[in-house]
């Protein structure tokens, strides 16, 4: 099979033919049809994540049809359309991750390739509104946001939801889901075309975070937020406090701008605040989502889709960060 081969930090991607993966008992073999990108794959790629191993197939997103299976009691799934769930080994506490915790694209071989092997256990069947392209973009990404918004941040029809850094997958994802259930969502970015965007996907105003007095535009547009979802961490942060709300949820993941400041505990503790750190999901969170989906009939956002051969060209996109939506491979 084909298969995109990350070979060291300082080499380009590579399609190389390599063997088919061989099954046991459990598990599963889908044929790709897409795969989607994640900053996640973008850092392994410059060497600046943990645990990295060469070489390595990436890829923690995918859609396809089971081609084969390791034994006669996975029958059911041949020839079923599905997606994956990425988070392998969640452990049986769904406040947190075990230490056995791990996601699909590293240390497992991941879907940047023809044929992926997985448990059964992962495999969900696909929503049958999307597209190829379309599913490939939910599992990390949906999976990501639905956890921060609904399992962390308790956001409810009504609430005012603020969403920093809109237009990436997670970003977008955020909107998506908080529009769909029926929220005031208001967002930011560094880009006024990616703003518009937002607003015309459902955003009710945003604003640039380049500009020095954004969090005072946004303190204009509205009295306070119910949910902050936030991915970006860095200096902006301790702004995050004065917009939320009395009771308010702060919900972040990742680090993009760097490390949270210096915080004024008493803004925490007199306004009742939650900071709420949160990261991938747990197989509860992915049906969820799934069935999320499902029920709003919502469609995720593709920025571009490349050949598989042009992975390169992809991560090459994401490092400059002019996407809106996800970015996709096809095989």
């Not at 994640?38 to 943990?50: C, F, L, S, V």
């Not at 079923?80 to 071989?109: A, M």
């Not at 009504?158 to 208001?186: E, M, N, P, S, Y």
Request: proline content about 4%; some cysteine; charged content about 25%.
């Amino acid at each position: 099979m084909k298969a995109i081969i990350l070979e060291a930090a300082d080499k380009p991607l590579v399609l190389k033919e390599i063997e088919k993966p061989t099954l046991q008992a459990g598990e599963a073999l889908v044929k790709i049809k897409a795969a989607a990108l994640n900053r996640r794959d973008y850092w392994i790629t410059i060497g600046k994540y943990a645990g990295i191993k060469y070489p390595s197939i990436l890829g923690s997103d995918g859609s396809g049809i089971v081609a084969e299976v390791g034994s006669e009691a996975d029958k059911g799934w041949l020839d079923k359309e599905v997606i994956i769930n990425p988070c392998h080994n969640w452990g049986e506490h769904s406040e947190y991750q075990s230490r056995d915790f791990t996601i699909l694209g590293l240390p497992e071989d991941g879907t940047f390739a023809e044929y992926v092997k997985v448990k059964t256990e992962y495999l969900y069947a696909k929503p049958a509104h999307l597209s190829w392209e379309q599913a490939a973009a939910l599992p990390l990404a949906g999976m990501t946001t639905y956890r921060a918004l609904f399992t962390k941040g308790k956001a409810k029809k009504g609430d005012k939801v603020l969403i920093t850094g809109v237009g990436g997958g997670t970003g977008t994802f955020t909107l998506q889901w908080a529009i769909a259930a029926g929220c005031r969502v208001f967002v930011t970015s560094g880009s006024g075309e990616k703003i518009e965007r937002a607003r015309q996907m459902g955003a009710s105003a945003g604003v640039n975070y380049k500009a020095q007095d954004w969090a005072e535009q946004l303190k204009l547009m509205t009295s306070g937020f119910d949910v902050i979802v936030d991915s970006a961490l860095g200096n902006g942060f301790e702004k995050l406090l004065d917009m939320a709300n009395p009771g308010g949820r702060i919900v972040f993941f990742g680090g993009t701008a760097g490390n949270i400041p210096p915080l004024n505990g008493r803004k925490i503790f007199w306004k009742q605040l939650q900071l709420l750190g949160t990261t991938m999901g747990s197989p509860d969170d992915f049906k969820g989502m799934v069935d999320f989906v499902n029920e709003h009939q919502i469609v995720p956002v593709i920025d571009e889709v490349f050949p598989l051969a042009d992975a390169q060209k992809a991560v090459n996109k994401m490092d400059k960060s002019s996407q809106f939506g996800k970015i996709i491979l096809k095989t």
